[in-house]
């Protein structure tokens, strides 16, 4: 205890919505101009679209856009009252043409200038379309777009007026512009309100000022006003506010001081977050704040857990390669299971949009002498490895200019490694790496600085000091094969030396012209550390599958650290996970493995660890290691965190105050939700802890707890927090509403 230096406090608002509104607002989308432009006209006029999943899956459907300009409406003129809706705000981009494997797939029949596919956020698939005539798909295209564009640039207000507008909308069942008690008493079930009859009439006779037994929508927002209106917010407001009605600059610079624990800078900045948030402009004139934009700047991104300055790129990138964690996927062609699933580029480009920067590729002889990929010996479907490359030249760059690792597993014949030779300098060109920097043999790897905009590939090389007689060869079995032959004690034969006799006698040979394009990333076999930091040079790497890296973090931390700083080291999950789970990276990254191989299509725990160490930096996919994984002497060893030259253990204290509109997880009649939250950090050993709430009955519209949960964090470096909330069950498990995750040293305190 007498270590622990820093004190961390964190008040942590469940956020969901944090809602102030002038009542004066008619939010009428009529006036908001976008219903107006000509493509939205076409979308709200509606239009027959073929929906195609398939070359065989081609049917029609009735599209068009709803009056709120947000939601798109479709069915099937089969289908009687059955419909579905999507909102804009889940569609990512527009892709015009023949640009998803299932439009190219129907190419002939279906002309590029009929073809458009809408892309989601998140793991939802696309939805591929084609309209009756070029105009209609244009129209639809660029409607689609300034819809995504207007909900992209909608200010904090004009995304709340639109949020209480959608409801409105959905609870006036007759269309009348007017809702009456039943329809709010529905309402209030629909946002997850379990509210006594009596308290919710005495709001709406409240905001019933014509008292006509109905509210029009300024009424509405009145009801909204005093429905979420946050007690716990405004007792904090009210402990700074002179006058109760706004914090005077000064009164906000404290608030700044003793609850965001912010220093010097608080003057100034009090100053900005008035002209940012507070909406009044006679406030802002007077220097104050209102309790309006109080709320308002708690939840914008600056009120948020996540150091705003830690988003963007600040980290050092002009260090070697070793020196960083890398974003990394597993199988990255498959979208589903390991046995049966779908290979598919679509595949590729979820992951590289997330800022995955090492792909892996499983090629294959093709029948035809073109190369594919799929999952060796398995049932999942096949790609060409050509049009792989292809995706990786559009897709690379979008969200990150830093290298991308193309991991290369490689099966096929010489001929056919020549062929994929070819095809990686013709479709690549410049932006794959094939010589060394600077000219000479590096003692340390390149930065990512270096290799910004390249391509490097990871394979076996020809040349190097690898014994060629190494007994413990077999056929050219890759390490997944090897785990799911249950062999997992024997050596991982994933990187045998290039040209070796087999136990067969036969030669498994490379192509000279796949082996010339591996510069910095040349596969071997793992001997040893002992024999790694006698003879391995720092562009050979080697590939552990789960169990061995475990292991050997176990045996060997400190030495699994020390390798780490000169030498790439990649991790892949065993190949008895058929189901494409994943395993707990937290336990690679202790130990300073950089190319930490996930399944990216399975969400759950694992992923959100990696969306969370790799949620700073800029999202470029590279994050720098704390300074003791750098230093090529470092005695750090995760299971003695202790021992380390500058061991400073730190405090973490969350007080966990209050939630609101948390979503409904079961969809029965009726069913309200029981919140917890949870507090789970991952790091070394030591600091995995987790602690949580009690559950609130009945409430997922504005729960309450006020409680405080307590940590003390060894190597905060290390370490992740990921807040969960869940839906308690007593009866059976409780059921997962959402989380968050972040770094620890991401986290601003306040």
């Known amino acids: 205890e007498k270590h622990l230096e820093q004190f961390v406090d964190i008040c942590f608002f469940l956020a969901a919505h944090f809602h102030w509104h002038d009542t004066r607002i008619a939010m009428d989308p009529e006036g908001s101009r976008i219903q107006d432009d000509p493509d939205v006209k076409v979308m709200m006029a509606g239009a027959t679209l073929r929906k195609v999943k398939s070359r065989l899956w081609k049917r029609q459907r009735h599209f068009r856009l709803l009056e709120d300009g947000q939601t798109i409406w479709y069915k099937s003129r089969w289908a009687g009252k059955g419909h579905s809706t999507f909102s804009i705000t889940e569609v990512e981009a527009v892709r015009e043409g023949h640009q998803s494997e299932v439009l190219l797939s129907n190419a002939e029949e279906f002309p590029a200038d009929l073809c458009f596919t809408l892309v989601f956020h998140g793991r939802q698939g696309n939805l591929d379309l084609v309209a009756e005539s070029p105009e209609e798909a244009q129209a639809w295209i660029q409607g689609v777009r300034k819809l995504i564009h207007k909900v992209q640039t909608m200010d904090e207000k004009e995304r709340l007026d639109q949020w209480v507008w959608d409801w409105f909308q959905k609870a006036d069942k007759n269309k009348d ?26 709001l709406f006779t409240m905001a019933d000022k014509s008292e006509s037994g109905s509210l029009e929508i300024e009424q509405f927002v009145h009801f909204y006003k005093m429905l979420t209106q946050r007690d716990e917010v405004w007792k904090v407001f009210q402990d700074y506010s002179g006058d109760g009605e706004k914090l005077m600059l000064e009164e906000l610079e404290n608030f700044l001081i003793m609850e965001q624990q912010e220093g010097e800078q608080s003057a100034q900045h009090a100053q900005e977050l008035t002209d940012r948030y507070e909406p009044s402009e006679s406030a802002k004139k007077q220097g104050a704040m209102s309790f309006d934009g109080f709320q308002m700047y708690l939840c914008s991104q600056e009120g948020s857990i996540f150091k705003p300055e830690h988003r963007d790129l600040y980290q050092d990138m002009s260090q070697p390669l070793s020196h960083y964690f890398i974003s990394s996927s597993h199988n990255t062609y498959l979208l589903e299971d390991q046995l049966r699933g779908q290979s598919s580029l679509e595949a590729y480009i979820q992951a590289l949009k997330r800022g995955c920067r090492c792909i892996e590729v499983d090629c294959w002889d093709g029948s035809d002498g073109e190369p594919v990929v799929y999952h060796g010996h398995t049932l999942t479907s096949k790609i060409l490895f050509r049009d792989i490359i292809s995706t990786l030249k559009e897709y690379a760059f979008k969200v990150s200019d830093f290298p991308v690792i193309l991991s290369l597993e490689n099966h096929c014949g010489v001929e056919q490694q020549t062929v994929m030779a070819q095809h990686l300098s013709q479709i690549l060109g410049d932006t794959l790496l094939t010589t060394l920097l600077d000219g000479s043999v590096p003692q340390q790897l390149p930065s990512p600085q270096d290799l910004k905009g390249k391509v490097l590939l990871k394979a076996k090389k020809i040349g190097g000091l690898e014994d060629c007689l190494d007994e413990t060869l077999t056929d050219e079995v890759s390490d997944e094969e090897e785990m799911a032959n249950d062999d997992a004690e024997s050596p991982s034969t994933e990187d045998p030396p290039a040209e070796c006799l087999n136990h067969k006698g036969k030669k498994s040979k490379l192509s000279r012209e796949l082996s010339d ?22 562009y050979e790497m080697s590939s552990f599958s789960e169990s061995k890296a475990k292991r050997l973090a176990k045996d060997a931390g400190a030495d699994f650290v020390q390798y780490n700083t000169r030498q790439l080291s990649r991790i892949y999950p065993s190949g008895l996970r058929t189901d494409s789970s994943n395993y707990n990276p937290q336990d690679m990254w202790n130990v300073g493995c950089q190319i930490v191989a996930l399944n990216f299509q399975t969400a759950g725990l694992e992923m959100d660890l990696n969306d969370g160490l790799f949620g700073q930096n800029g999202c470029c996919g590279y994050v720098l290691k704390p300074d003791f994984m750098r230093d090529g002497n470092t005695q750090f060893s995760p299971e003695k965190p202790e021992e380390r030259r500058g061991y400073k253990p730190l405090r973490l204290s969350i007080q966990v105050i209050s939630g609101q509109q948390l979503p409904k997880v079961n969809q029965k009649e009726g069913s309200i939700v029981d919140p917890l939250v949870r507090v789970e950090i991952y790091g070394v050993p030591r600091d995995q802890a987790k602690e949580e709430t009690s559950h609130i009955n009945n409430n997922g519209f504005n729960p309450v707890w006020n409680e405080t949960l307590n940590f003390v964090i060894h190597t905060p470096e290390l370490a992740l927090v990921r807040f969960v909330v869940e839906d308690h069950d007593k009866a059976s498990r409780n059921d997962f509403m959402g989380q968050f995750t972040l770094p620890f040293t991401c986290i601003q305190a306040g």
């Open 177 to 202: 512009g007017k809702m009456n008690f039943k329809e709010v008493r529905k309402l209030l079930k629909m946002m997850n309100v379990d509210m006594n009859e009596e308290h919710a009439l005495h």
């Open 517 to 538: 394009l591996v510069v910095y990333c040349k596969s071997v076999h793992f001997h040893g550390f002992e024999h790694a930091s006698l003879h391995a040079k720092c």
